[in-house]
């Protein structure tokens, strides 16, 4: 065993020091002011800009992103016949389905909102770059999160999973522990499920604690299945096993992180036992060393993984299974499972995700309103050299300012002339338009994204929107390409959230989920609501039969869940630490915290002041919130 806290604290230490000297433009971003039509306003970006644009798409898109999901075609391909065609080939796959998802989504663009295909039209004459690249500039992200999404789910098919848990012990204590609506029952100590207004016994991720008041000296109990999607075999789901196929659990490779300790298999606390025809069943009995703190949260995250090969891309693998984490509190802590939230402790590996936060009345200083984001998702060393303050000033409609990248006419935040601010974070969904492909078209489908590209439907609440009420009929009126978290704030002191999804199985939400402090789904108070890369009102976002499989909600297979929500936790203790003195210093300090910090695929933070037409941004450096936040009033730009 060993300890993760030294490691912890130092990158802690690391991360908590301050900025020095007055607030300077980084290095590596700049403020480009555009003027016209929307051509015009495209054609003064690609001039001014070319040569960071093909930076960008060179080293982010063609050296780095498009190998990498080339990987990926060979699992594509067990599902999607098309796939396996000559124009795919030879290293083609990525930029092929880029491409093809692209002008899926262009010809929507040019039919609905023509001006944003303009603007692209005119950076790609201005840079004298190829149109096609311009376009898989714009919309690869959209293409690529629910591409990933696809290849995930269809790797955690066959993948171990976490099927039971249980806490061996005294639970004659008059206390529900596993909060099933009953007492000293003879299973009180088994972690149930809420199916469909059933009990179920079995495990399922959830935001808060799997039990409650577990005596000291309880064992814990987990059983784990291999290959549960595909019946214990890789491959098609209409190919059976092969005689010498490998299959089954290592008992080998049970990981266990108690708090902030792990445990391995070697350690004679975890004892382990086979079962099942092809040894599919694991089960694992772990007695943590010394007994269980008495009156405490726990954390404990496991994972495992199967005996199988994965030969294509070299090394040679096993299939590891998604770490799995839960807390449950110990005798004397006096909370019921549902007070107590799934924070967890850090795995020593996991950064934080994309997070956000909007404050106002009482939260602040001087009851005005504020919206602060710090965006991560991918930066790879690339794209912070690449940053960009666009300043749109249009032939008609107010002015306003995305933070955005070279080549690129969106970005995830920004604010108008008339205070007007958003922030987007991606959210993890199955209900996104490359599965409903998949639904539609089975084994002919091809993974073409629809609706509109979340960056550039920022752009449209912020040209055509004043206030909230605006941005939300605004947000409900076209489709959307993935699973997006967004923030809203005017100068009026309206904040709200809206959670999107593709709704491909026509549900009566359609896909639509907003909702405001006043009810209480992410907010500490009546004045403050917070966002990271999960779902809070969009429960399940999926759960439904597609193909021959049952796709589940994203907190069952998404690899953000846990980590966005030990962030969204955190996130809310720093909030609440800091209501009713939110001012600038407040909401920069939150960005900086240590524990929501991404210091590896930071791309920007910023801080909006609608109220005051300015907006405080850092960026061009990873972690972005390690440089100054520099002011820019939008009021007075030129």
Same mark, same amino acid.
Request: negative net charge; hydrophobic residues 40%.
């Given at each position: 065993m060993r300890t993760l806290a030294p490691l912890c604290a130092a990158l802690a230490a690391i991360a908590a020091l301050p900025g020095c000297g007055p607030a300077e433009p980084p290095a590596h971003s700049e403020v480009v002011v555009l003027s016209g039509s929307a051509y015009e306003r495209g054609f003064q970006h690609g001039k001014l800009l070319g040569k960071k644009i093909r930076s960008l798409y060179t080293i982010l898109l063609e050296t780095n992103l498009m190998p990498y999901l080339n990987r990926e075609q060979d699992d594509v391909m067990k599902f999607l016949e098309v796939y396996r065609e000559e124009p795919y080939k030879n290293g083609q796959f990525s930029y092929r389905m880029m491409l093809e998802s692209g002008e899926n989504l262009l010809e929507i663009l040019e039919d609905s909102h023509p001006e944003y295909a303009q603007e692209m039209h005119g950076i790609a004459d201005g840079a004298g770059i190829s149109f096609d690249r311009i376009l898989v500039l714009n919309t690869f992200v959209d293409t690529m999160l629910a591409f990933r999404t696809v290849t995930l789910f269809l790797k955690q098919l066959s993948a171990p999973q976490l099927l039971e848990v249980e806490f061996l012990g005294d639970f004659a204590d008059g206390v529900d522990n596993n909060g099933d609506g009953q007492t000293d029952e003879a299973d009180d100590g088994a972690v149930k499920t809420d199916s469909r207004g059933e009990w179920l016994a079995g495990y399922s991720p959830r935001p808060h604690a799997v039990m409650a008041e577990v005596p000291a000296g309880a064992r814990i109990r987990m059983r784990f299945i291999d290959n549960p999607g595909l019946g214990g075999f890789t491959g098609s789901p209409d190919e059976k096993p092969k005689e010498g196929d490998l299959q089954g659990m290592d008992p080998g490779s049970v990981r266990i992180q108690l708090g902030d300790v792990l445990y391995t298999a070697a350690d004679d606390c975890i004892q382990s036992s086979l079962s099942g025809e092809h040894d599919e069943y694991l089960e694992v009995i772990f007695s943590p060393p010394g007994g269980l703190p008495e009156g405490e949260v726990v954390s404990l995250i496991v994972q495992s993984h199967d005996i199988s090969e994965i030969a294509d891309p070299l090394p040679v693998r096993p299939r590891v299974?998604?770490?799995?984490?839960?807390?449950?509190?110990?005798?004397?802590?006096?909370?019921?499972?549902?007070?107590?939230?799934?924070?967890?402790?850090?795995?020593?590996?996991?950064?934080?995700?994309?997070?956000?936060?909007?404050?106002?009345?009482?939260?602040?200083?001087?009851?005005?309103?504020?919206?602060?984001?710090?965006?991560?998702?991918?930066?790879?060393?690339?794209?912070?050299?690449?940053?960009?303050?666009?300043?749109?000033?249009?032939?008609?409609?107010?002015?306003?300012?995305?933070?955005?990248?070279?080549?690129?006419?969106?970005?995830?935040?920004?604010?108008?002339?008339?205070?007007?601010?958003?922030?987007?974070?991606?959210?993890?969904?199955?209900?996104?338009?490359?599965?409903?492909?998949?639904?539609?078209?089975?084994?002919?489908?091809?993974?073409?994204?629809?609706?509109?590209?979340?960056?550039?439907?920022?752009?449209?609440?912020? %040209? /055509?929107?004043?206030?909230?009420?605006?941005?939300?009929?605004?947000? &409900?009126? @076209? =489709? *959307?390409?993935?699973?997006?978290? #967004?923030?809203?704030?005017?100068?009026?002191?309206?904040?709200?959230?809206?959670?999107?999804?593709?709704?491909?199985?026509?549900?009566?939400?359609?896909?639509?989920?907003?909702?405001?402090?006043?009810?209480?789904?992410?907010?500490?108070?009546?004045?403050?609501?917070?966002?990271?890369?999960?779902?809070?009102?969009?429960?399940?976002?999926?759960?439904?039969?597609?193909?021959?499989?049952?796709?589940?909600?994203?907190?069952?297979?998404?690899?953000?869940?846990?980590?966005?929500?030990?962030?969204?936790?955190?996130?809310?203790?720093?909030?609440?630490?800091?209501?009713?003195?939110?001012?600038?210093?407040?909401?920069?300090?939150?960005?900086?915290?240590?524990?929501?910090?991404?210091?590896?695929?930071?791309?920007?933070?910023?801080?909006?002041?609608? %109220? /005051?037409?300015?907006?405080?941004?850092?960026?061009?450096?990873?972690? &972005?919130? @390690? =440089? *100054?936040?520099?002011?820019?009033? #939008?009021?007075?730009?030129?």
């Open positions: 299974m998604r770490d799995e984490r839960f807390v449950f509190t110990t005798r004397g802590a006096g909370l019921r499972p549902a007070e107590v939230p799934n924070k967890g402790a850090w795995d020593g590996r996991s950064m934080p995700p994309a997070l956000g936060f909007a404050v106002r009345g009482s939260a602040t200083p001087d009851g005005a309103t504020r919206l602060a984001q710090h965006f991560a998702l991918l930066d790879s060393n690339i794209s912070h050299k690449h940053g960009v303050l666009f300043v749109h000033r249009p032939e008609d409609g107010e002015p306003f300012a995305v933070l955005g990248w070279a080549g690129l006419v969106w970005g995830f935040s920004g604010m108008n002339a008339a205070g007007l601010t958003c922030a987007l974070n991606p959210s993890d969904t199955l209900d996104n338009p490359l599965v409903g492909q998949v639904k539609d078209r089975v084994m002919y489908a091809l993974l073409l994204s629809t609706g509109i590209p979340a960056g550039i439907k920022g752009r449209i609440l912020l %040209e /055509r929107a004043a206030a909230v009420p605006e941005a939300m009929d605004l947000l &409900a009126a @076209d =489709g *959307d390409t993935f699973g997006w978290n #967004l923030l809203l704030g005017d100068r009026h002191g309206e904040i709200a959230s809206v959670e999107l999804d593709s709704n491909i199985m026509q549900h009566s939400d359609d896909g639509f989920h907003a909702f405001g402090p006043e009810d209480g789904i992410a907010s500490e108070g009546p004045d403050d609501l917070r966002m990271a890369s999960h779902f809070q009102a969009n429960l399940p976002d999926l759960d439904d039969p597609i193909l021959v499989f049952q796709a589940p909600p994203q907190k069952d297979w998404s690899s953000f869940y846990y980590r966005s929500l030990r962030a969204y936790y955190i996130l809310g203790d720093e909030i609440r630490r800091h209501y009713g003195h939110m001012d600038l210093d407040g909401a920069i300090d939150i960005l900086r915290h240590p524990d929501l910090v991404d210091t590896r695929e930071s791309m920007n933070a910023v801080v909006f002041e609608p %109220e /005051r037409g300015k907006l405080h941004y850092a960026m061009g450096q990873v972690p &972005a919130t @390690d =440089g *100054d936040f520099v002011e820019f009033d #939008l009021e007075a730009s030129p």
